[in-house]
């Protein structure tokens, strides 16, 4: 089984093999992806509203990364580990994203960082990747700007955004990212994104022609509850298959079925 690098994903979208990421935020749903083959398992800080029910991500800190990430981190086998970078882990100073990078990366395990941002984010960018932390970019919608976007909101509609993501993305790639997630923008700009950059895009509801696509887990796997944006598909249904088990159990220990013989000592 090869291990999979950046170089990896770089080849892949030279060659047009699209590449694949999931989030994952523990070590059995982290070694379920792993096996199955996934490219990049990401642990987003999304684990804020998906594992921790925050209302959003900003109050997720680099301590709460780092356990995460440590636990992904272990599953591993093929898949390239990438740790998103908490609210406030990197916009402080140079120093302390260095600080917080080499964190998830000595600590939790990961082999490379994600953090949002694009013209704002150059310098830090620029600064991970001269110590060797291999960053990858995230422009677009990005979570963290929520109080300044005004909510969950397409981004790049018009055409003052449109150069603005552009001009983003090439930040990025010019400041050393690997590659670069594009979050809910319009397909045809993610389309001239894509072939405008050197490094693969990955996108979440930015359209087919990206390099790669990356969803939450728990979108994926239908345990979500009622929340689905229009970018995701949902590809099980689980939620009604751990609730009729747990219910089985419920009636099986009322009713004395469980445990039989087989079960017992
Ligand atoms: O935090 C996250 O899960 C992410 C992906 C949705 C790209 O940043």
Redesign the pocket.
């Known amino acids: 089984m090869k291990k999979i690098t950046i170089l990896d994903l770089q080849k892949m979208k030279d060659s047009g093999e699209k590449i694949t990421m999931l ?1 994952a935020y523990d070590y059995p749903t982290a070694r379920m992806l792993d096996e199955s083959g996934i490219d990049v398992l ?1 642990i ?3 684990v804020g509203n998906v594992m921790m029910g925050y209302e959003n ?1 900003l109050p997720v800190t680099i301590d709460d990364m780092v356990y995460h990430t440590r636990a992904v981190a272990k599953a591993r086998k093929r898949a390239l580990v990438v740790a ?1 970078m908490p609210f406030m882990s990197y916009q402080v100073s140079i120093e302390e994203a260095r600080r917080n990078a080499g964190r998830l990366i000595q600590q939790g395990g990961a082999e490379a960082v ?1 953090l949002e941002g694009g013209e704002n984010m150059e310098a830090v960018i620029k600064a991970l990747s001269e110590v060797d932390i291999p960053v990858m970019g ?1 422009i677009g919608l990005t ?1 963290q700007s929520i109080p300044r976007m005004g909510g969950y909101k397409i981004q790049g509609k018009d055409e003052r955004q449109w150069q603005k993501l552009l001009a983003d993305a090439l930040a990025v790639e010019r400041a050393g990212a690997f590659s670069v ?1 594009l ?1 809910a923008i319009p397909h045809e700009l993610a389309k001239e994104i894509t072939a405008t950059l050197h490094i693969p895009t990955i996108g ?1 509801g930015a359209g087919v022609n990206c390099d790669g696509q ?1 969803l ?1 887990i728990n979108d994926v796997l239908g345990l979500s509850g009622s929340f689905r944006p229009k970018f995701v598909k949902q590809y099980v249904q689980l939620e009604p298959v751990i609730k009729k088990a747990v219910q089985d159990f419920i009636t099986e220990v009322k009713e004395e079925k469980f445990p039989t013989k087989a079960q017992s000592f």
Do not use: N
């Open positions: 989030t990401l987003g800080d999304s991500t998103d994600k995230h979570p997630v979050e979440i990356v939450v």
